[in-house]
């Protein structure tokens, strides 16, 4: 996988969803904007900005963060980046639509549905199909 335990932006962002998982939403924030501050590759930019779009306060903030790092994911030059962009789509998708923008939350959970068969049969991968399918379901 991409994710390399050692790489100081993963390590940084891990230590964000540490924070969260104690409640400590300001630190986890702080700690995802140093490793966009600090991330260099198109990788790096992914991943935080990923974890970045989890803090903004407003869904048009949270859509900017969700679009960037969708941007910066396809530039990224390895094909196990794919198991990435339905969770991607389905988080553009969900703030379009709640955003009341139907038609383009709709497309954004298509191209979601799209790249289901690139995530692994686990629970994260069960969470992000269950999200697609219920995104389709509400926008038909």
Sequence with gaps: MLFDPNNKIVKLCAEGMAAEGQGEMAKAKNLFIQA????RS????????????????TVSDKLKWDQT???MALKVKDENIKGSF???YLNIGKCY???NDI???????????????FLQEDGYGRMIKSG???GLERVK
Excluded at 108 to 114: H, I, K, M, V, W
Aim: net charge negative.
């Design 42 to 57: 198109d990788f790096e930019k992914f991943t935080a900005a990923h974890f970045v779009a989890r803090h903004q306060e």
């Design 97 to 99: 639509e709640d955003l």
């Design 132 to 134: 697609v399918l219920a």
């Design 69 to 71: 790092a969708l941007e």
């Design 36 to 39: 966009w501050d600090e991330a």
């Design 103 to 117: 038609d383009l939350a709709s497309k954004n959970y298509r191209l979601a549905g799209s790249y289901l068969d």
């Design 86 to 88: 339905a969770s991607l």
